[in-house]
């Protein structure tokens, strides 16, 4: 194992809080801040949404998602249980378990799921992700016709 800075591992959490943050605040650009440049984009993969191949496709879908209609709306994201696992000095896995809050209704826990070791890039920008995969927990899906 490679070990990376206390610096690095705080930037990473800081990198994962962001990707939250940007989009409850329905900031698709600053959303899209948190990924690698598009010509080193690895692909973003989730059983809710589908694969996503391109960064092109990733900011439609992000501005999409935040905006008028979009599942994002009133929604929370919060990020636990960050646990970070050094590749390189440059690269590392991180895996965090996700929560989805609604916050512009009556609050309540609308979605779980797990982000299992995103692979995260140190950019002359600072860390990036490089490819994310989602597992929705099975319960959203069967929240799914309650919410409707």
């Known amino acids: 194992m490679h070990p990376l800075t206390a610096l690095d591992i ?7 809080a962001r990707y939250g943050l940007t989009t409850d ?12 440049a598009p010509a080193d984009f690895g692909g973003y993969d989730s059983g809710a949404f589908g694969r996503i191949d391109t960064w092109q496709e990733m900011l439609d879908f992000e501005r999409h998602h935040v905006g008028p209609g979009g599942m994002a709306n009133g929604k929370r994201h919060l990020a636990l249980n960050i646990a970070v696992e050094p590749i390189s000095a440059s690269e590392a896995h991180v895996t965090n378990d996700m929560i989805v809050m609604e916050v512009a209704e009556v609050p309540r826990v609308v979605a779980t799921g797990r982000y299992d070791r995103s692979l995260v890039v140190k950019t002359e920008q600072g860390w990036r992700f ?11 899906f069967k929240s799914m016709p309650a919410q409707a």
């Open 10 to 16: 705080a930037e990473i959490h800081q990198l994962v």
């Open 25 to 36: 605040n329905a900031d698709a650009d600053g959303f899209m801040q948190t990924w690698v």
């Open 130 to 140: 490089k490819r994310r995969t989602l597992h929705v927990d099975a319960g959203f």
